[in-house]
């Protein structure tokens, strides 16, 4: 799938790609292009309109474009049979099928 760069961001980003794999498991769970030239700060905010700045590490930044859905990871993995919480009702994780995922993109809308 052929997904363009932000206009004016040509030459600051990587081509589409994976950019993030669960924390646990190591299963892809997020696309989009690597931040790989210094921006400065105006660009850098701008740059938040096309997606989800995310920081990999220090001083590693992806623009996220695309996460693994909780409906993809049911047909992938199989039905949710466990979600864990942590001790103020946020997500810590959710289990499709024997399949267990960390990823904040992938715990339910009511969190």
């Known amino acids: 799938m052929e997904v363009q760069k932000p206009l004016g961001y040509e ?22 292009f690597k931040i790989i ?7 850098f905010n ?3 309109q096309h997606g989800t700045l995310h920081c990999t590490q220090p001083g590693s930044w992806v623009l996220i474009r695309r996460t693994l ?6 047909e992938k ?3 949710i049979t466990e979600e864990i919480y942590g001790p103020r009702g946020g997500s ?3 289990t499709f099928g024997e399949k267990k995922l960390i990823s904040p993109y992938l715990k339910s809308k009511k969190d």
């Open 37 to 43: 030239q210094y921006l400065g700060d105006e660009l």
């Open 46 to 48: 701008k740059l938040g």
């Open 77 to 79: 993995y199989g039905v």
């Open 92 to 94: 810590k994780s959710v």
């Open 69 to 74: 859905t909780r409906q993809e990871a049911i």
């Open 11 to 32: 030459n600051y980003l990587s081509d589409y790609q994976l950019v993030l794999v669960d924390g646990w498991c190591g299963e892809p769970v997020a696309w989009g």
